[in-house]
C-alpha cells in the first residue's frame, strides 16, 4: 500500500496505517494491542452478546441493556445498545490494523465473520443497522437526535476503510459504499431528501476518510452538507420530534447546546455540549476545510480551538470535566478528583488536532495532539492491553482503577485503534512537502506528488529528546521537509549530514527545509528535556497554589507505591535543578522523575481537625511517573497537581 493520492485541493494528508511502520515507545505499544488488546476485545463483545444482535442468522436477541432515563425518571429513547455497531465496527479497525502488524489467521477469520454478519444485514436498498433492522425495525430515520445510525455508518466506513488498506479485502468496503450511497440518497439540500444530520457527530469525518479511500467525490461533497446544516433553522431534531408526535422539550438533554447544533457551525465560537460529540464535529469540519479550502471553516476552527486550549482543557489534554453531560461545563471548570475526562474525548482531541494540521503544519496543534496523546488518551489503557479507564482524573484517593469492560465499551476499542494506527498521526503529506508532527522510532513510505520518499526516524523519544531522521530516495528531489520544534522546548538544535541549521523563528514553530534531498542526507533534531513546572490559570481554583511536573511531552504524577499515603503533604520546591531522572523497570522502563520535596508533617496535631500550630516540614524524595502509567501497579493515591513552595 501507498500513501493516498493527493486530491485536487492543496493541503497535508496522513498516510494510511500500513505506510508507517513503527518501533520503539510506540511499537511496544502497538504490540500490547496486537498480541492482547484485539483479542480481549472481540472476547468481550461476544460476551456483552453484540453478536446476537448483528447476527442475523440468529434469533433476535432480549434487549439487555437498560434504557437511559429522564430527569422525571421515566425512561428515555437512548440506551447504549443501539449503538453496539459503531462498537464492533472500532473493534475491526483495530484488528485491521493489528493484523497489518502481525498476521494472525484467527483474528482474521473472526473480524470476515463479523463482516459477513454486517453484509447480511444489508437492505436492498443499501441501508445497514442492526438495531434498526433487527430489533426496532420500521423506525429507521425517525430520530437522528438521539439514536445514533449515522454515527454507526460513519465507524462502520472507518473500518471499511482500514481493513481494506490492511488486509486488501473489499467486502466491507463495498457494503459501506452502498451504505453512503443509500445515506446520500437519502439526506440533501434538494426537497426529494431528508434535510437531517445525526445528533452524534462522526459521519463527517468518516465520509471525508471514505471519499479519500475510493475517490468519491459525492462522498466529499456529503460530509459538507452533514457540517453545514448542522445548526440550521428551522431546526431538523424540533420538525423530527413533532413527525414522532413528541415535544421537543421533553429532550433529557434540554439543550442543542449538548449536540452543538444550537448554532450553524461558523456561527459558534465557544466549545460547548457533549465533549467526544464536539470533537468528531470539528474534526469533521476540519476534514472538510482541507478537501475544499474552506477558510470560513478554518476562521470557526481557530476560534473554537483558542475557547478549548484556554480555558476548557486540562494540563493532561483531558477535556470535558462534568459526567453529568460527558462535556464541558463552565471556563476554568477543571477539578481534578472529579475529572470525568473521558479517555474517547482525548483521543477525539488527538483527532481533531491532527486534522487540523491538514491546512499546513502549526505547532499550536501538534503540540495538544501530543500533549492529548500521551497523557489524556494513553492513560486509558493499561501497560499490558488488559484493562481501560473510561474516565480519567488527576486525582485519586486510591479508589479510581481500569476496567476490564464497561456498559458504554466505546473507550477501549477508541483508545486501541488511535495506538494502532498511530503512524499516522506522525506525518503529513502534501504535493510538494512532507511535515513531522510527532517524534517516535519509525520507517514511513510516503509519496510527495510523483516522488517516492522513505523517511526514518531512529529515537528513543519521548525519554530521549534526539532524533535522528534518514532520507531515503530512488532520485534526487526537491521538496520541503518540516520538523516540529515543540513549544516546551527552547533549546533545539539540528544539523543537516553533520552541519549544523540555524533555527529562525518561524510563525508555525517548525523548521522549513526546502532543498534538493538526495539519498541518504541525514538530519539530527536535539530537543534537551529538562524536568519543568507547570502552573494554572489562577482562576483554575482547584490548582491554586499547585504546580504539575512536566518532561518533554509528557506530565508527571505521584503514586502512593512510590512515595507512601497522604501525598497532599509533598510540597515542591521551586528550584527544579536537582530533578533526576531513572528508569522504572516494573513500568516497562518508562523514565520516572526524583524529586527533592518537603513533607508536611503534624506532631501536635493528635488527630484534631484544625490546629493553632503550623506544621513541620521534612526534606525526602517523592518519585514521580508519566501520569498515562498511573494504576499500572500496587493500588493507591494518585496526584497531579502537587502543593507548591513558591
Given at each position: 500500500?501507498?500513501?493516498?493520492?493527493?486530491?485536487?485541493?492543496?493541503?497535508?494528508?496522513?498516510?494510511?496505517?500500513?505506510?508507517?511502520?513503527?518501533?520503539?515507545?510506540?511499537?511496544?505499544?502497538?504490540?500490547?494491542?496486537?498480541?492482547?488488546?484485539?483479542?480481549?476485545?472481540?472476547?468481550?463483545?461476544?460476551?456483552?452478546?453484540?453478536?446476537?444482535?448483528?447476527?442475523?442468522?440468529?434469533?433476535?436477541?432480549?434487549?439487555?441493556?437498560?434504557?437511559?432515563?429522564?430527569?422525571?425518571?421515566?425512561?428515555?429513547?437512548?440506551?447504549?445498545?443501539?449503538?453496539?455497531?459503531?462498537?464492533?465496527?472500532?473493534?475491526?479497525?483495530?484488528?485491521?490494523?493489528?493484523?497489518?502488524?502481525?498476521?494472525?489467521?484467527?483474528?482474521?477469520?473472526?473480524?470476515?465473520?463479523?463482516?459477513?454478519?454486517?453484509?447480511?444485514?444489508?437492505?436492498?436498498?443499501?441501508?445497514?443497522?442492526?438495531?434498526?433492522?433487527?430489533?426496532?425495525?420500521?423506525?429507521?430515520?425517525?430520530?437522528?437526535?438521539?439514536?445514533?445510525?449515522?454515527?454507526?455508518?460513519?465507524?462502520?466506513?472507518?473500518?471499511?476503510?482500514?481493513?481494506?488498506?490492511?488486509?486488501?479485502?473489499?467486502?466491507?468496503?463495498?457494503?459501506?459504499?452502498?451504505?453512503?450511497?443509500?445515506?446520500?440518497?437519502?439526506?440533501?439540500?434538494?426537497?426529494?431528501?431528508?434535510?437531517?444530520?445525526?445528533?452524534?457527530?462522526?459521519?463527517?469525518?468518516?465520509?471525508?476518510?471514505?471519499?479519500?479511500?475510493?475517490?468519491?467525490?459525492?462522498?466529499?461533497?456529503?460530509?459538507?452538507?452533514?457540517?453545514?446544516?448542522?445548526?440550521?433553522?428551522?431546526?431538523?431534531?424540533?420538525?423530527?420530534?413533532?413527525?414522532?408526535?413528541?415535544?421537543?422539550?421533553?429532550?433529557?438533554?434540554?439543550?442543542?447546546?449538548?449536540?452543538?447544533?444550537?448554532?450553524?457551525?461558523?456561527?459558534?465560537?465557544?466549545?460547548?455540549?457533549?465533549?467526544?460529540?464536539?470533537?468528531?464535529?470539528?474534526?469533521?469540519?476540519?476534514?472538510?476545510?482541507?478537501?475544499?479550502?474552506?477558510?470560513?471553516?478554518?476562521?470557526?476552527?481557530?476560534r473554537l480551538w483558542e475557547d478549548l486550549t484556554s480555558k476548557q482543557m486540562y494540563v493532561t489534554g483531558g477535556i470535558g470535566p462534568a459526567a453529568s453531560n460527558e462535556g464541558f461545563t463552565d471556563y476554568y471548570d477543571l477539578p481534578n478528583e472529579s475529572a470525568y475526562a473521558e479517555t474517547c474525548a482525548a483521543v477525539a482531541l488527538v483527532m481533531w488536532a491532527s486534522r487540523m494540521l491538514g491546512r499546513g503544519p502549526d505547532r499550536r496543534y501538534a503540540d495538544i495532539m501530543e500533549q492529548a496523546l500521551y497523557n489524556g488518551a494513553l492513560s486509558g489503557l493499561s501497560i499490558d492491553g488488559s484493562r481501560f479507564f473510561y474516565d480519567n482524573p488527576l486525582e485519586s484517593r486510591g479508589g479510581h482503577h481500569r476496567w476490564t469492560w464497561h456498559r458504554c465499551p466505546c473507550c477501549p476499542p477508541n483508545i486501541a485503534r488511535t495506538v494502532t494506527a498511530i503512524g499516522s498521526y506522525m506525518y503529513g503529506v502534501s504535493a510538494d512537502g512532507i511535515a513531522v508532527h510527532l517524534y517516535g522510532a519509525s520507517t514511513a513510505r510516503l509519496s510527495?506528488?510523483?516522488?517516492?520518499?522513505?523517511?526514518?526516524?531512529?529515537?528513543?523519544?519521548?525519554?530521549?529528546?534526539?532524533?535522528?531522521?534518514?532520507?531515503?530516495?530512488?532520485?534526487?528531489?526537491?521538496?520541503?521537509?518540516?520538523?516540529?520544534?515543540?513549544?516546551?522546548?527552547?533549546?533545539?538544535?539540528?544539523?543537516?549530514?553533520?552541519?549544523?541549521?540555524?533555527?529562525?523563528?518561524?510563525?508555525?514553530?517548525?523548521?522549513?527545509?526546502?532543498?534538493?534531498?538526495?539519498?541518504?542526507?541525514?538530519?539530527?533534531?536535539?530537543?534537551?528535556?529538562?524536568?519543568?513546572?507547570?502552573?494554572?490559570?489562577?482562576?483554575?481554583?482547584?490548582?491554586?497554589?499547585?504546580?504539575?511536573?512536566?518532561?518533554?511531552?509528557?506530565?508527571?504524577?505521584?503514586?502512593?507505591?512510590?512515595?507512601?499515603?497522604?501525598?497532599?503533604?509533598?510540597?515542591?520546591?521551586?528550584?527544579?535543578?536537582?530533578?533526576?531522572?531513572?528508569?522504572?523497570?516494573?513500568?516497562?522502563?518508562?523514565?520516572?522523575?526524583?524529586?527533592?520535596?518537603?513533607?508536611?508533617?503534624?506532631?501536635?496535631?493528635?488527630?484534631?481537625?484544625?490546629?493553632?500550630?503550623?506544621?513541620?516540614?521534612?526534606?525526602?524524595?517523592?518519585?514521580?511517573?508519566?501520569?498515562?502509567?498511573?494504576?499500572?501497579?500496587?493500588?493507591?493515591?494518585?496526584?497531579?497537581?502537587?502543593?507548591?513552595?513558591?
Amino acid at each position: 500500500m501507498t500513501s493516498h493520492d493527493q486530491p485536487k485541493a492543496s493541503g497535508f494528508r496522513p498516510p494510511a496505517v500500513p505506510d508507517v511502520d513503527v518501533h520503539g515507545f510506540w511499537g511496544a505499544r502497538i504490540d500490547a494491542v496486537v498480541d492482547r488488546t484485539a483479542m480481549i476485545l472481540y472476547d468481550r463483545c461476544v460476551a456483552a452478546g453484540m453478536f446476537d444482535q448483528i447476527d442475523p442468522t440468529r434469533p433476535v436477541p432480549e434487549v439487555k441493556m437498560p434504557w437511559h432515563l429522564r430527569s422525571d425518571g421515566t425512561p428515555d429513547t437512548v440506551n447504549v445498545q443501539m449503538f453496539w455497531d459503531s462498537d464492533v465496527a472500532k473493534v475491526i479497525e483495530t484488528a485491521a490494523y493489528a493484523l497489518y502488524r502481525k498476521p494472525n489467521a484467527d483474528l482474521e477469520a473472526k473480524m470476515d465473520a463479523i463482516i459477513e454478519m454486517f453484509a447480511g444485514l444489508q437492505q436492498p436498498d443499501g441501508y445497514m443497522n442492526s438495531w434498526f433492522v433487527r430489533m426496532q425495525p420500521g423506525q429507521r430515520w425517525t430520530n437522528l437526535r438521539d439514536c445514533h445510525e449515522l454515527y454507526c455508518a460513519g465507524h462502520l466506513m472507518e473500518a471499511a476503510v482500514a481493513y481494506f488498506h490492511a488486509t486488501g479485502k473489499r467486502r466491507l468496503l463495498d457494503v459501506m459504499c452502498r451504505y453512503a450511497d443509500h445515506i446520500d440518497a437519502t439526506f440533501g439540500a434538494t426537497p426529494d431528501k431528508r434535510p437531517g444530520y445525526c445528533g452524534h457527530e462522526e459521519i463527517e469525518l468518516a465520509l471525508v476518510r471514505l471519499g479519500r479511500a475510493t475517490g468519491e467525490q459525492r462522498y466529499l461533497d456529503l460530509a459538507r452538507y452533514f457540517v453545514e446544516q448542522r445548526g440550521q433553522q428551522p431546526h431538523y431534531f424540533d420538525a423530527e420530534a413533532a413527525a414522532r408526535g413528541v415535544d421537543p422539550a421533553q429532550w433529557r438533554h434540554k439543550t442543542y447546546l449538548y449536540n452543538q447544533s444550537h448554532l450553524p457551525v461558523r456561527e459558534q465560537g465557544k466549545v460547548v455540549g457533549h465533549a467526544v460529540r464536539a470533537m468528531y464535529l470539528y474534526s469533521g469540519m476540519a476534514d472538510v476545510a482541507t478537501e475544499f479550502g474552506d477558510d470560513s471553516l478554518t476562521d470557526a476552527l481557530n476560534r473554537l480551538w483558542e475557547d478549548l486550549t484556554s480555558k476548557q482543557m486540562y494540563v493532561t489534554g483531558g477535556i470535558g470535566p462534568a459526567a453529568s453531560n460527558e462535556g464541558f461545563t463552565d471556563y476554568y471548570d477543571l477539578p481534578n478528583e472529579s475529572a470525568y475526562a473521558e479517555t474517547c474525548a482525548a483521543v477525539a482531541l488527538v483527532m481533531w488536532a491532527s486534522r487540523m494540521l491538514g491546512r499546513g503544519p502549526d505547532r499550536r496543534y501538534a503540540d495538544i495532539m501530543e500533549q492529548a496523546l500521551y497523557n489524556g488518551a494513553l492513560s486509558g489503557l493499561s501497560i499490558d492491553g488488559s484493562r481501560f479507564f473510561y474516565d480519567n482524573p488527576l486525582e485519586s484517593r486510591g479508589g479510581h482503577h481500569r476496567w476490564t469492560w464497561h456498559r458504554c465499551p466505546c473507550c477501549p476499542p477508541n483508545i486501541a485503534r488511535t495506538v494502532t494506527a498511530i503512524g499516522s498521526y506522525m506525518y503529513g503529506v502534501s504535493a510538494d512537502g512532507i511535515a513531522v508532527h510527532l517524534y517516535g522510532a519509525s520507517t514511513a513510505r510516503l509519496s510527495v506528488g510523483a516522488t517516492r520518499v522513505i523517511l526514518t526516524q531512529v529515537t528513543n523519544y519521548p525519554a530521549d529528546g534526539k532524533v535522528a531522521v534518514t532520507i531515503g530516495l530512488e532520485r534526487p528531489a526537491q521538496f520541503t521537509l518540516f520538523l516540529r520544534v515543540p513549544s516546551w522546548c527552547d533549546q533545539a538544535a539540528v544539523t543537516l549530514n553533520g552541519e549544523a541549521l540555524a533555527i529562525t523563528g518561524t510563525d508555525d514553530g517548525y523548521v522549513h527545509l526546502s532543498r534538493e534531498w538526495k539519498d541518504g542526507d541525514r538530519l539530527a533534531l536535539d530537543l534537551p528535556m529538562p524536568v519543568r513546572a507547570l502552573y494554572a490559570h489562577p482562576a483554575v481554583k482547584a490548582d491554586l497554589g499547585r504546580v504539575a511536573i512536566a518532561r518533554g511531552p509528557l506530565i508527571y504524577c505521584a503514586e502512593e507505591v512510590d512515595n507512601v499515603a497522604d501525598l497532599n503533604a509533598l510540597v515542591v520546591p521551586a528550584d527544579l535543578s536537582a530533578a533526576k531522572t531513572v528508569p522504572v523497570p516494573d513500568l516497562g522502563g518508562a523514565m520516572a522523575i526524583d524529586l527533592q520535596v518537603l513533607r508536611e508533617q503534624w506532631p501536635r496535631r493528635e488527630g484534631r481537625l484544625y490546629d493553632a500550630h503550623p506544621p513541620d516540614y521534612a526534606a525526602t524524595t517523592a518519585r514521580l511517573v508519566p501520569y498515562h502509567l498511573w494504576d499500572n501497579r500496587d493500588p493507591g493515591e494518585m496526584l497531579v497537581w502537587i502543593r507548591s513552595g513558591r
